[in-house]
T-cell receptor, first 116, second 114 residues
Framework: NAGVTQTPKFQVLKTGQSMTLQCAQD?????MSWYRQDPGMGLRLIHY???????DQGEVPNGYNVSRSTTEDFPLRLLSAAPSQTSVYFC???????????????FGPGTRLTVT | GENVEQHPSTLSVQEGDSAVIKCTYS??????FPWYKQELGKRPQLIID?????GEKKDQRIAVTLNKTAKHFSLHITETQPEDSAVYFC?????????????FGKGTKLSVIP
């Protein structure tokens, strides 16, 4: 299994440009999430999905859209990039154990985005 | 929504000493508390977790304790080694039917001095 994959690894955008960060997982996990990581701010949840066709907002959703048409893919769209969106973006997938006791997050390698 | 506070933000210890990182959470409905380790330039990885119906869990040199009444949980690393140097994140999950939100603390940078 490749686990969670993200593309691209690095991206530079100009203010106002749009782009899509790709995320895919081959573990048949039901849950997928997008986080951004900024220095001193930890990991903040942008959007998440509990299954194909179902998405919801996290802590910092403004300026981002998501969709979940398949179990495997969960792309993150930046509608009109702003310098405040300069960050490292992590996609993660998770599953619920039969006992509903664990929700281990499997993170992708991250995308480092710079908006100038 | 949930708010997770993590202290300290930086921690330096001598090799062989113990390290303790503390987190508090605000939502009494949170029921799962993982800890992640992130080495420089790498992705976060789960190192230990605890459920709300358990008070303590150990895995070799790592332990986590949970006090539901006070709404705080702690990571304990004993006999620290240089390879323990990393940023550690605590998190809290409130899970339920159709809901799944994970809130992280801001992280603790642990430096183990040889």
């Amino acid at each position: 299994n490749a686990g969670v994959t993200q593309t691209p690894k690095f991206q530079v955008l100009k203010t106002g440009q749009s782009m899509t960060l790709q995320c895919a997982q081959d573990m048949n996990h039901e849950y997928m999430s997008w986080y951004r990581q900024d220095p001193g701010m930890g990991l903040r949840l942008i959007h998440y999905s509990v299954g194909a066709g179902i998405t919801d907002q996290g802590e910092v959703p403004n300026g981002y859209n998501v969709s979940r048409s398949t179990t495997e893919d969960f792309p993150l769209r930046l509608l009109s990039a702003a310098p405040s969106q300069t960050s490292v973006y992590f996609c993660a997938s998770s599953y619920r154990t039969p006992s509903q006791a664990s929700y281990e997050q499997y993170f992708g390698p991250g995308t480092r985005l710079t908006v100038t | 929504g949930e708010n997770v506070e993590q202290h300290p933000s930086t921690l330096s210890v001598q090799e062989g000493d113990s390290a303790v990182i503390k987190c508090t959470y605000s939502d009494s409905a949170s029921n799962y508390f993982p800890w992640y380790k992130q080495e420089l330039g790498k992705r976060p990885q789960l190192i230990i977790d605890i459920r709300s119906n358990v008070g303590e869990k150990k895995d070799q040199r790592i332990a986590v304790t949970l006090n539901k009444t006070a709404k705080h949980f702690s990571l304990h690393i004993t006999e620290t080694q240089p390879e323990d140097s990393a940023v550690y994140f605590c998190a809290a999950i409130r899970s339920g039917a159709g809901s799944y939100q994970l809130t992280f603390g801001k992280g603790t940078k642990l430096s183990v001095i040889p």
